[in-house]
């Protein structure tokens, strides 16, 4: 097991794209995380590469603390940036704000259209 950060509250995350499923694991050992940057160090096009992005547990974080979220990804439409934003916006007890960077060159409004029919757990996101 990884040890705990209980007094955490604020992450800048910068991790490959390939670690990206290592994510939710990680956030167990932050119970009490409000703020969470993400930052993909590779080429996006990993992400194109990655059958899907799929956790079967919820982290404390997520049912208690999270409020902010910040995908600082360039959003490119692919499957696994989609679960992986779907994932916080269907489990974030309290999440108040997930931001994404979406792609200039990419359908926006198709990937804005996706995101906004998902399921939120939290009333004020």
């Not at 800048?12 to 390939?18: E, G, M, Q, R």
Request: glycine share 2%; hydrophobic share 40%.
């Amino acid at each position: 097991p990884l040890p705990q950060f209980r007094s955490l509250s604020r992450l800048h995350a910068t991790l490959c794209v390939s670690d990206v499923n290592w994510l939710p694991t990680f956030l167990e050992s932050c119970p009490n995380l409000k703020s969470l940057i993400l930052v993909a160090l590779n080429n996006y096009e990993e992400f194109e590469e990655m059958i899907q992005f799929s956790c079967s547990s919820v982290p404390e974080c997520l049912l208690s603390s999270l409020e902010f979220v910040d995908f600082n990804i360039q959003i490119l439409g692919y499957a696994a940036e989609m679960e992986l934003a779907k994932y916080f916006l269907e489990n974030s007890t309290i999440l108040k704000k997930l931001t994404l960077h979406v792609n200039h060159g990419s359908i926006d409004s198709d990937i804005s259209n996706d995101l906004l029919r998902v399921p939120r757990r939290s009333a004020t996101c």
